[in-house]
């Protein structure tokens, strides 16, 4: 049995130490083109609507790891038109796209309630498309707060 000695662990510490501060072990993005890079991808050049979705998100999260979201959107969920798939996407997320819930007639009401991450302070986007093709957006800043401190 080989034995490792102190000095080969201390070195291979530091080794992994400096390529993750170096960024090699770190995803690399860039959020904001990535939000509105997810945002084209589900609107494909239809001009989105503003209103009819409310959504209801605290102006200030005291921490961002479970910030509460509820949204609901005002649209007909009948047979022959209705709101068909729902995207949240949070543009300063490493990862932008939080959400996208699909729905149905049978759904009765395009509404969904969870808590999601935020990375700090950001505005997060909801997008709706409908089943007549037509995409509705809304949009609200959240601060994120260490602490609950106010700055």
């Excluded at 000095?7 to 510490?13: G, M, N, Q």
């Excluded at 939000?35 to 609507?49: L, M, Q, S």
């Excluded at 932008?96 to 808590?115: D, E, K, L, Q, Y």
Aim: hydrophobic share 45%; charged share 20%; aromatic share 4%.
């Amino acid at each position: 049995m080989q034995s490792i000695s102190r000095r080969k662990v201390l070195s291979l510490a530091a080794q992994l130490t400096a390529l993750a501060t170096a960024g090699t072990l770190s995803p690399a993005y860039s959020a904001p083109a990535e939000a509105a890079a997810e945002i084209a991808k589900f609107t494909a050049g239809v001009v989105p609507d503003a209103g009819r979705i409310t959504i209801d998100l605290p102006e200030i999260a005291e921490h961002g790891s479970a910030v509460p979201l509820a949204i609901d959107i005002d649209h007909p969920m009948t047979p022959e038109i209705h709101v068909v798939e729902m995207l949240v996407v949070a543009e300063a997320n490493p990862w932008p796209r939080i959400a996208r819930f699909h729905f149905t007639p049978m759904s009765g009401r395009a509404m969904v309630a969870t808590r999601i991450r935020l990375a700090g302070t950001q505005t997060v986007h909801v997008l709706a498309k409908t089943s007549d093709k037509r995409i509705l957006m809304a949009q609200r800043q959240v601060k994120v707060t260490i602490g609950g401190c106010g700055g």
